[in-house]
């Protein structure tokens, strides 16, 4: 997913992932039919997402000792909601708790993605149609908060800063 | 004889394409910004309702096609964009749960289940309105409230395609 345009460009490091979504079986998604699964815990495929989309931008740090901002993310809802019953509709909601670690102050950003699935018959479609709805909504969730006026702002505030600092430092 | 019919049919053909597609830019935006709705005070509807209604309606703008790109609440959008870009805010603004009694023993649509609803049209640039939709919805009270959210997103969208028609005329 591609990154907004910051008005600095800090490097972002994802410190932790934490579920909070009070499921107990986080990779259950769905009961009928047998059940359907995620191969990965929502947790891990998010960081992973992020990771991926921030990394793409060139906003990833190499380490928490070398990052401008860490990011503290807390997953809500990850798989399918309650829909109409003539769909699936899949619902990926998160906060993220952006630290700078030199001056300790933190912004809290949320983002959330929502998709629309057709319902199947047969369970390899259904299958197929759940991903699709799953991957859909973590990549709108990704998009609301990449490319979000909130972390936009968050950006801005937090490195205020280090933005001073820099116009203010006289060129070599 | 025949070669002119098919050459005219052709010109008119072509014509009728040309036009529907002047029409269509003439109601095009950039991007499209649908907000969650608000309820106003005496709207008894389950929270996850306005989430489903959400989706429903940024399914709706994707599938009728009036934008490039249908964003989500609180993305940012280019300055170049603005001017063509729309926000969709609104309210709820009455909902009846209706009666299955009602419904099943008079019919004729009384005891339906019933939602009302006023959306605002705004240029993300200035903030100019564009005009305000109304969408009454009425279903079978047995049916769930989220299968109304569904009529009512895809009401809506019509009556804004119209909207957004007629400020371009």
């Not at chain 1, 992973?48 to 921030?54: C, G, K, R």
């Not at chain 2, 109601?27 to 709207?43: L, S």
């Amino acid at each position: 997913m591609p990154v907004q345009k910051l008005a600095t460009s800090p490097k972002f490091w994802i410190s932790d992932v934490i579920d909070r979504s009070a499921n107990p079986q986080p990779e259950l998604v769905m009961k009928a039919r047998g059940g359907i699964f995620l191969d990965r815990e929502p947790t891990v495929i998010v960081r992973q997402a992020l990771e991926q989309s921030l990394k793409a931008a060139n906003l990833l740090a190499a380490g928490e000792n070398s990052a401008d901002l860490v990011a503290k993310i807390y997953v809500f809802q990850f798989g399918l909601a309650q829909g109409s019953g003539f769909d699936f509709f899949g619902k990926v909601e998160f906060a993220a708790v952006v630290k700078n670690p030199k001056s300790g102050e933190s912004v809290e950003v949320k983002a959330g993605g929502t998709s629309i699935a057709k319902t199947a018959m047969r369970k390899k479609s259904i299958e197929k149609n759940v991903q699709d709805d799953i991957e859909e909504s973590l990549r709108d969730a990704l998009r609301n908060f990449l490319r979000g006026q909130q972390l936009k702002d968050a950006v801005r505030d937090l490195t205020k800063d280090t933005a001073a600092a820099t116009t203010a430092a006289p060129n070599p | 004889m025949r070669i002119r019919f098919h050459l005219a049919l052709v010109a008119l053909v072509l014509a009728c394409t040309i036009g529907a597609a002047g029409k269509d830019a003439a109601t095009h935006y950039k991007t499209i910004e649908a907000k969650h709705f608000t309820q106003a005070e005496g709207v008894e509807l389950d929270p996850t309702f306005g989430d489903y209604f959400y989706a429903e309606l940024r399914q709706e703008l994707k599938k009728q096609k009036l934008a490039d790109e249908v964003i989500g609440e609180g993305e940012t959008v280019d300055d170049a964009d603005a001017a063509q870009s729309l926000v969709i805010s609104g309210t709820i603004t009455e909902y009846n749960k209706g009666s299955v009694v009602k419904s099943a023993i008079i019919g004729f649509g009384v005891g339906s289940r019933s939602l009302k609803m006023d959306a605002n049209l705004q240029r993300r640039s200035n903030q100019q309105n564009l005009g305000v939709v109304h969408v009454h919805v009425r279903v079978d009270p047995r049916w769930k409230p989220a299968v109304m959210a569904k009529f009512a997103a895809h009401q809506l969208v019509k009556e804004v395609k119209d909207e957004s028609k007629k400020s371009a005329e």
